[in-house]
């Protein structure tokens, strides 16, 4: 089964700077999908930065960019140019490109980050 | 376009009393989703829904849980009855899947609903 780290609880950054917020999983597979989903104090959560494995280039959205490293099995998301709208939890999410049968597309979610901005 | 809903948003009851929350999906989504995010976790899935034919239900504590999706649209997930350690959380998604295609296929999340289990 496939398990998603998330080793920072919590995380702050000041406006306008820059934070990296980290994420480790372990998988056997060798094509699968990652997902950085943020949630905001009203729950309602929202995809932010989503990766192919197959893909050697890191996505980016606008101020959020990841570090996906495959062979060390790591996707860290960068903020940069911090606002205050980004004061949220994160979550990393894993899903596999092709499930076995009988499987299916389900997320696996880490524990999330909590990143407060400061003003 | 509208996004996922869920009703209520927020819901107290007693042990052993019951609750049901209900979800409408993302028009032309054919994939529904529930979800169970206790304080301080991420979300685990409890019940995935392929129109109205049951996905993966192998989290689902199925002694005292139980959904459906009838004609493949609106869905229902309903606890009775309910236990303290219930109090979380629940959230529905939808996706859109086109069948023996892969797809990134994005799941969409509604507000979800908060429940207390006193």
């Known amino acids: 089964a496939q398990t998603v780290t998330q080793s920072q609880p919590e995380m702050s950054v000041q406006e306008a700077e820059t934070v990296t917020l980290s994420c480790t999983y372990d998988t056997s597979e060798s094509d699968y999908y990652l997902f950085w989903y943020k949630q905001p104090p009203s729950r309602q959560m929202i995809l932010v930065i989503r990766?192919?494995?197959?893909?050697?280039q890191n996505a980016t959205e606008n101020r959020f960019s990841v570090n996906f490293q495959k062979a060390a099995k790591s996707f860290s998301l960068k903020i940069s140019d911090s606002q205050l709208g980004d004061a949220a939890m994160y979550f990393c999410a894993y899903r596999s490109a092709y499930p076995k049968r009988g499987s299916n597309y389900k997320l696996t979610f880490g524990k999330g980050t909590l990143l407060t901005v400061n003003p | 376009e509208a996004g996922v809903a869920q009703s209520p948003r927020y819901k107290i009851i007693e042990k052993r009393q019951s609750v049901a929350f209900w979800c409408n999906p993302i028009s032309g989504h054919a994939t529904l989703y529930w979800y169970q995010q206790i304080l301080g976790q991420g979300p685990k899935l409890l019940i995935q829904?392929?129109?109205?034919?049951?996905?993966?239900d192998s989290q689902l504590p199925k002694d005292r849980f139980s959904a459906e999706r009838l004609k493949g649209v609106d869905s229902t997930l309903k606890i009775q009855p309910a236990k303290l350690e219930d109090s979380a959380v629940y959230l529905c998604?939808?996706?859109?899947?086109?069948?023996?295609?892969?797809?990134?296929?994005?799941?969409?999340f509604g507000p979800g609903t908060r429940l207390t289990v006193l």
């Open positions: 829904f392929q129109n109205n034919g049951v996905v993966d």
């Open positions: 998604a939808s996706s859109f899947r086109r069948p023996r295609r892969p797809s990134t296929d994005t799941q969409y």
């Open positions: 990766q192919e494995a197959y893909k050697q």
